[in-house]
């Protein structure tokens, strides 16, 4: 029962964020702040932003338990090893991380990532995410976590997956707001 309950608010949480964001216009400028190191999973994203700025390292999936968060700024996990990325043996990392992780094109918001009663597809079916590119989740205490939704773009009420960008500019500028946060 327990379980259920924990879904549905979770879910509930997820539908609500999603309308708000909705509804909010879309930062389009490129980020400039302070030089972050990246590492991913899959290809590395087409940005605005120049190497001088961001540096992508590619690593792989099995690399996410043993992460070295004094090398790593965050992690984005692309589209292809979303379902693999929700195995269980996972969730710890995420939920106690201090580098966020950003899952790129998650049609299951970060659920399958914290909670794993549910398989990614399965998740993905009750949730279909089509309204956000990137979902970000920061660990915390006690299983508790910080999550992020960053959405295309709305276009005379259509939504505009043509360039995705200036999304990413969006998560550079909240990964440095987290670096700070963590000095202070």
């Not at 999936?61 to 070295?68: A, F, K």
């Not at 990325?85 to 201090?98: D, E, F, G, V």
């Not at 995410?129 to 990137?134: A, L, M, N, T």
Request: charge should be positive; aromatic fraction near 10%.
């Amino acid at each position: 029962m327990k379980k259920k309950i924990k879904v549905l608010s979770i879910s509930f949480i997820a539908i609500i964020s999603l309308v708000a964001c909705s509804s909010i216009k879309t930062n389009t400028e490129a980020y400039k702040g302070n030089k972050l190191t990246i590492a991913v999973v899959g290809a590395k994203p087409k940005i605005n932003e120049g190497e001088s700025i961001i540096n992508f390292k590619n690593i792989s999936l099995e690399d996410i338990n043993h992460i070295d968060s004094k090398s790593y700024d965050a992690v984005i996990i692309s589209k292809n090893y979303l379902s693999q990325a929700a195995n269980k043996k996972y969730r710890s990392t995420y939920l106690k991380s201090s580098i966020p992780f950003f899952f790129t094109e998650s049609k299951a918001s970060v659920l399958p990532f914290v909670d794993n009663s549910l398989t990614y597809e399965q998740y993905a079916d009750r949730v279909n995410d089509k309204q956000d590119y990137i979902t970000g989740l920061l660990g915390a205490s006690n299983n508790q976590y910080k999550t992020w939704q960053y959405g295309y773009n709305i276009m005379n009420n259509k939504i505009d997956r043509t360039n995705v960008k200036h999304i990413y500019s969006q998560v550079f500028k909240t990964i440095e707001k987290v670096k700070k946060e963590k000095r202070s």
